[in-house]
């Protein structure tokens, strides 16, 4: 299976359960295989939650849609058409209730990493996401990889 990475900046509102980070899969059929997440903390650090989303949200900060240049071979972009959606949202992403893959707080300075490897890789059924949020009423603001397969 071919691989991908795709990384960038996002933050939140000082709001339990925002979201600064969503790797979103609007293909119809295909599932998206994720392995890595790290996160490095840009100006905060709150703690960090990674969650699954039923619905994209809208208006993010900004969006990166991966090419070829994604692609760790370099061969393809992404056939699923994923997209990394940064925050702030305007409305934010539906998250699924009381289901955390993973729960965690953040390093003591700024300028430190995350690192969430999976033994086996997480899921992204299509048309869904998967999220790094807040867990609690503070402002995160992080620089986020994902690395998937499809």
Known sequence: MPRFSAAG?????????????????????MMLYVWEITCYWVASTAYVAVRRSTARGATPASTVTPDADNALDRRAAPVSGALLDLGAFGTQPTITANLRLYRGGGPTNVGQAL??????????????????????????NLDTTFVWEE
């Open 9 to 29: 900046r996002g933050t939140t509102a000082a709001t339990a359960e925002h979201v600064s980070a969503q790797l979103w899969n609007p293909h119809a059929s």
């Open 115 to 140: 690192g969430i490897f999976f033994p086996i890789p997480v899921g992204v059924p299509a048309g869904t996401g998967l999220c790094i949020c807040t867990n609690s009423a503070a402002i995160l």
